[in-house]
T-cell receptor, first 113, second 113 residues
């Protein structure tokens, strides 16, 4: 594909449910990032994958959040037992090896009722 | 503790005039800076970047200036066009192995026809 894709584009869930958000990075990009943007805020770093290295999870806000990247490509961000404060736009980005420029997907808007 | 600050949440300029968006940072370990543009319901789009070894980088109508001593960068758009109306985020990356970006809260630019 030409760019980073994310699914679903919108997700409405009830408090306490688990959700999975998917990211397909640009083909050949070795680095993949997850960020979230809450209303009126900047982007907040969540987690970073680089090749086969252990992911940098330093931005995950709680142990309800986890992410995996299968086969060095597609990534899934899982939020367990969702809370209302988890409502945000979740953005995925990828970059090529050695590049500092990150290319973003359109995001998934998560609403927790 | 906001390490990257965009103190103006909004800016309006007339078409054809110069738009100047400002960004301040506090972490002296940042050595690479980027500007992103974001339209509603889309992911951020990379605009222009600058390394800390430079004080200016120009790409068409967009120029980024970096003042390391003041820990300040700015994005100049000239001439401004109505299609430039969007939210602009500055972002910074620290030296070393960490690749995640720290974002400011954004400035909504409106270019009036």
């Amino acid at each position: 594909g030409a760019g980073v894709s994310q699914s679903p584009s919108n997700k409405v869930t009830e408090k306490g449910k688990d959700v999975e958000l998917r990211c397909d990075p640009i083909s050949g990009h070795t680095a993949l990032y997850w960020y979230r943007q809450s209303l009126g805020q900047g982007l907040e770093f969540l987690i970073y994958f680089q090749g086969n290295s252990a992911p940098d999870k330093s931005g995950l806000p709680s142990d309800r959040f986890s992410a995996e990247r299968t086969g060095g490509s597609v990534s899934t961000l899982t939020i367990q037992r969702t809370q209302q404060e988890d409502s945000a736009v979740y953005l995925c980005a990828s970059s090529s090896l050695g590049s500092d420029t990150q290319y973003f997907g359109p995001g998934t808007r998560l609403t927790v009722l | 503790d906001q390490q990257v600050k965009q103190n103006s949440p909004s800016l309006s300029v007339q078409e054809g005039r110069i738009s100047i968006l400002n960004c301040d940072y506090t972490n002296s370990m940042f050595d690479y800076f980027l500007w992103y543009k974001k339209y509603p319901a889309e992911g951020p789009t990379f605009l222009i970047s600058i390394s800390s070894i430079k004080d200016k980088n120009e790409d068409g109508r967009f120029t980024v200036f970096l003042n390391k001593s003041a820990k300040h960068l700015s994005l100049h758009i000239v001439p401004s066009q109505p299609g430039d109306s969007a939210v602009y985020f500055c972002a910074a990356r620290p030296t070393g192995s960490a690749r995640q970006l720290t974002f400011g809260s954004g400035t909504q630019l409106t270019v009036l026809p």
